[in-house]
């Protein structure tokens, strides 16, 4: 069975709802990828060195990330030798299938929850990326699911963040807790986590600073709410989820490694999908941190936050192929 078929078959079982959100939603890396590689096949209908430089280009302006795209040409250059492969056309599911391997992971990418009580997840990020909102549209996800969903507004210095915050709260049709802008994040947190306990709820989602004077203020502020939130609940945060920008590209990839070193986070959540053509940043960022992607941003409805699926994302990316209907 073809790679392509396969592919298919195992996202059958998926909702076709989801496998539209992920085509709509990657419709611009794919229209600019797929044209590019599939005019290069074309004009090149034998695999020689300048096929490969041309490939290598392609990726590296997909945001694939020069280190992923150097391991990936070698990757092909050995598949090609091995199965002896001369037509250009013929490579398209051997590069589906290496990006797949690329992007899969043996890291549980969905949330971790508390087996009782509540769960606290912590957003972290610098300011811009789409925390807020992603958080709304979390809310909303959980809300679905019958959970009671409870939302910390602990970003109190960027102006307009806490009343961002209520319009989502509002929205979804869940409580925020609060205080005055500039006051004391952790504060708040402290005051979310009694407000949950004492109205059962389930899951609480903490907004967080994205911005201070510097980074060390930042990443101190980050320990003072983690300490908080640990002492009150010891197991907690449940989850600390970095919220990147993928319009960004490699800025975005900075942040994680800056984020990821120093405030402990165990997932990502990568926005604006819908909006870029660099949407290969997704496996540049998978390859170069060992931090699972658990959501993707693809759209501006609430329900556009999906679960991260690596057959998905690559069934999306290629759906424009020509390949398919063989």
Not at 40 to 59: G, P, S, T
Not at 67 to 91: G, S, Y
Request: charged share 30%; with cysteine.
């Amino acid at each position: 069975m073809s790679f392509f078929k396969k592919l298919k078959e195992s996202i059958s079982g998926k909702t076709e709802a989801v496998t539209t959100k992920f085509k709509e939603g990657l419709s611009k890396t794919r229209d600019m990828f797929v044209e590019r590689v599939e005019d290069l096949m074309f004009r090149h209908k034998k695999i020689d060195e300048e096929f490969y430089e041309e490939l290598e280009e392609i990726l590296i302006g997909a945001d694939v990330g020069v280190n992923t795209v150097m391991k990936l040409i070698d990757e092909l250059r050995t598949e090609v030798k091995k199965r002896k492969i001369e037509d250009a056309a013929e490579l398209k599911p051997v590069l589906s299938e290496k990006l797949v391997g690329l992007l899969k992971s043996d890291a549980d990418n969905s949330l971790k929850m508390a087996e009782e009580g509540v769960t606290v997840i912590l957003f972290v990020g610098v300011n811009g990326v789409g925390k807020t909102t992603s958080i709304g549209k979390l809310a909303h996800r959980y809300k679905q699911e019958g959970k009671k969903v409870m939302l910390a507004a602990g970003d109190t210095f960027r102006a307009g963040a806490i009343e961002q915050l209520e319009v989502w709260g509002q929205r979804v049709g869940v409580d925020v807790i609060r205080q005055q802008a500039g006051s004391d994040p952790a504060a708040v947190m402290f005051d979310a986590i009694q407000a949950a306990k004492t109205r059962g709820v389930d899951v609480l989602l903490c907004d967080t600073a994205g911005r201070l004077q510097n980074k060390v203020n930042l990443m101190e502020e980050l320990n003072k709410i983690y300490r908080v939130i640990k002492r009150e609940i010891p197991d907690a945060p449940h989850e600390v989820l970095l919220v990147l920008d993928a319009t960004t590209g490699q800025n975005a990839l900075s942040q994680a490694k800056l984020f990821g070193e120093k405030t402990g986070v165990t997932g990502l959540i990568l926005t604006k999908l819908d909006g870029t053509a660099k949407g290969g940043i997704v496996i540049a960022i998978r390859q170069e941190l060992d931090i699972p992607v658990k959501f993707v941003g693809l759209g501006e409805k609430m329900d556009d936050m999906q679960v991260f699926d690596s057959e998905q994302f690559v069934n999306a990316l290629f759906s424009g192929m020509k390949v398919e209907e063989e």
